[in-house]
Nanobody, 121 residues
């Protein structure tokens, strides 16, 4: 079965960096579109970044220039490098997978991880 497991969250001071990882299993990783989402307490979940099957990336305006999404297809792992972190980046971060790029860009995400907490103070 499909499994997404996030790691790398933690507590960091403003201006610091973290790298999140999402280990995927149970499907043909390289053919999927992958994304990172976050949800802060009392707020709706928002998309942070996505990378499609061709490696094209997209970012929320709030993280452009600070966050970088990447993946290692050989390791079936998705990453989110987060630099210049701000207190407003504090949230639970989730990775998600969509079977096709169309699903990805239309917001139809099929699989979700359990999340990893990022706290910036």
């Amino acid at each position: 079965h499909v499994q997404l497991v996030e790691s790398g969250g933690g507590s960091v001071q403003a201006g610091g960096s973290l790298r999140l990882s999402c280990a995927a299993s149970g499907y043909t990783y390289s053919s999927y579109c992958m994304g990172w989402f976050r949800q802060a307490p009392g707020k709706e979940r928002e998309g942070v970044a996505a990378i499609d099957s061709d490696g094209s990336t997209s970012y929320a305006d709030s993280v452009k220039g600070r966050f970088t999404i990447s993946q290692d297809n050989a390791k079936n792992t998705l990453y989110l490098q987060m630099n210049s972190l701000k207190p407003e980046d504090t949230a639970m971060y989730y990775c998600a997978a969509a079977p096709t790029d169309y699903d990805c860009y239309s917001g139809s995400w099929s699989y979700w991880g359990q999340g990893t907490q990022v706290t910036v103070s």
